[in-house]
């Protein structure tokens, strides 16, 4: 994952895929989901931007 906080103080981590397609979501209650990145390898650094004004956050990735 290697998950950090860049100098804007958002959260980033790496999706570990070897091939494929992913999207991101990123929920704070666990009910509702939404999307923040749609990529593909090796693309697999994920930024979440909105992350400096959300409290806390927790995230999945979804492959097709």
């Known amino acids: 994952l290697n998950p950090g906080i ?5 959260f980033y981590f790496d ?3 070897s091939s494929g397609g992913f999207t ?4 704070t209650n666990l009910t509702t989901w939404e999307p923040i ?3 593909g ?4 650094n ?3 931007t909105a992350s400096p004004g959300i409290p806390s956050r ?4 979804r492959t097709p």
Request: charged residues 10%; without cysteine; glycine residues 16%.
């Open 41 to 44: 390898v090796p693309f697999t």
């Open 37 to 39: 990145y749609t990529g």
């Open 46 to 48: 994920v930024i979440d």
């Open 6 to 10: 860049n100098g804007l103080g958002q």
């Open 15 to 17: 999706v570990g895929l």
């Open 58 to 61: 927790v995230y999945r990735a």
């Open 24 to 27: 991101v979501e990123a929920s």
